[in-house]
Antibody
Framework: EVRLLESGGGLGQPAGSLRLTCAAS????????MCWVRQAPGKGLEMVSGVSSGNRIYYADSVKGRFTISRDNDKSTLSLQMNSLTAEDTAVYYC?????????????WGQGTTVTVSS | DIQMTQSPSSLSASVGDRVTITCRAS??????LNWYQQKPGRAPKLLIFAASSLQSGVPSRFSGSGSGTDFTLTISSLQSEDFATYYCQQTSSTPFTFGPGTRVDIK
């Protein structure tokens, strides 16, 4: 069974930093693209970052230069380092698995971790 | 950037109804188009990938069609568990954008 478990959410200070981690199991992690998708309260979905199995990296314009995605295939973990946080980064952050080595439909999702940016 | 729109933004329907949701892209995505279902407080669930391919485990009452810029998600006979919000997403080119969602609720 594919499982994705996010951690690291919580209260962040404006201009501060948080690091999200996703622990994956039940599939060969190295073979699939992985993504972070967020959903602000009452809003739609935004793919903020992703990394293919070949390490092609994607960032949404809204986070470019502030967020850094990384993957550790040996530990089957995906991380998102979030710096220079703003109130607009407040959202539920989901770790999601692509159904392919490249960016494609996201066929498995974690339960989400909540990030709140506030002083 | 490819902008995604969905229509309607919401609809009310009854169990057993045939429901059609439309997604339009501002430029061609060929068939790099996915559909998701999201229920309140839950993570999204992939229903359809590559415009018309049914994800494993998804009931056959869900179907997708289209190519280029115009796509459709159809639920052939709405069931009580289908009341949710539906999103399309293009993975043709970055940024990989989602549509704004279509909420399906009970009439």
């Amino acid at each position: 069974e594919v499982r994705l478990l996010e951690s690291g959410g919580g209260l962040g200070q404006p201009a501060g930093s948080l690091r999200l981690t996703c622990a994956a199991s039940g599939f060969i992690f190295a073979n699939y693209a992985m993504c972070w998708v967020r959903q602000a309260p009452g809003k739609g979905l935004e793919m903020v970052s992703g990394v293919s199995s070949g390490n092609r990296i994607y960032y949404a314009d809204s986070v470019k230069g502030r967020f850094t995605i990384s993957r550790d295939n040996d530990k089957s973990t995906l991380s998102l380092q979030m710096n220079s946080l703003t109130a607009e980064d407040t959202a539920v952050y989901y770790c999601a698995k692509s159904r392919a080595a490249v960016f494609s439909g996201l066929d498995a999702w974690g339960q989400g971790t909540t990030v709140t940016v506030s002083s | 950037d490819i902008q995604m729109t969905q229509s309607p933004s919401s609809l009310s329907a009854s169990v057993g109804d045939r429901v059609t949701i439309t997604c339009r892209a501002s430029q061609t995505t060929t068939t790099y188009l996915n559909w998701y279902q999201q229920k309140p407080g839950r993570a999204p669930k992939l229903l359809i990938f590559a415009a018309s391919s049914l994800q494993s485990g998804v009931p056959s009452r869900f179907s997708g069609s289209g190519s280029g810029t115009d796509f459709t998600l159809t639920i052939s006979s709405l069931q009580s568990e289908d009341f949710a919000t539906y999103y399309c997403q293009q993975t043709s080119s970055t940024p990989f954008t989602f549509g704004p969602g279509t909420r399906v609720d009970i009439k």
